[in-house]
């Protein structure tokens, strides 16, 4: 995200500004990555990247009013929830997923 946002900012790349827009196991690919982004976007094409952007934001956004409605209508499930979180990499909404499958009834 970094990366496009300073793509539409036409930024300049080398590897002085990717070391400060990447982050992890990308920082080993910053040779590839100053070629990769050598050149230019046209008008059209920076328009349709800002058009991709923000469908991408409007998704982030409707998936956290989704978690959010799920932890509200969840709530009355807390003791069920917190018993299947206790099983090995289960966290709160797979335990929410796992009890809308098989209901409360655990015996």
Request: include cysteine.
């Given at each position: 995200m970094n990366?496009?946002?300073?793509?539409?900012?036409?930024?300049?790349?080398?590897?002085n500004?990717?070391?400060?827009?990447?982050?992890?196991?990308?920082c080993?690919k910053?040779?590839y990555l100053?070629k990769?982004l050598q050149?230019?976007?046209?008008f059209?094409?920076?328009?349709?990247?800002?058009?991709?952007l923000?469908?991408y934001?409007?998704f982030?956004?409707?998936?956290?009013?989704?978690?959010?409605l799920i932890?509200?209508?969840?709530?009355?499930?807390?003791q069920?929830i917190?018993?299947i979180?206790?099983?090995f990499?289960?966290k709160k909404?797979?335990a929410?997923i796992?009890l809308?499958?098989?209901?409360?009834?655990?015996?």
């Amino acid at each position: 995200m970094n990366i496009i946002k300073a793509i539409l900012d036409n930024t300049s790349f080398d590897e002085n500004v990717l070391s400060d827009l990447v982050l992890g196991k990308m920082c080993e690919k910053i040779p590839y990555l100053v070629k990769a982004l050598q050149g230019s976007l046209t008008f059209a094409q920076a328009e349709k990247l800002k058009i991709a952007l923000d469908n991408y934001q409007n998704f982030n956004t409707k998936i956290i009013q989704i978690e959010e409605l799920i932890v509200k209508k969840s709530k009355p499930f807390k003791q069920s929830i917190d018993l299947i979180c206790t099983c090995f990499a289960i966290k709160k909404t797979s335990a929410c997923i796992i009890l809308a499958e098989i209901g409360n009834d655990m015996t």
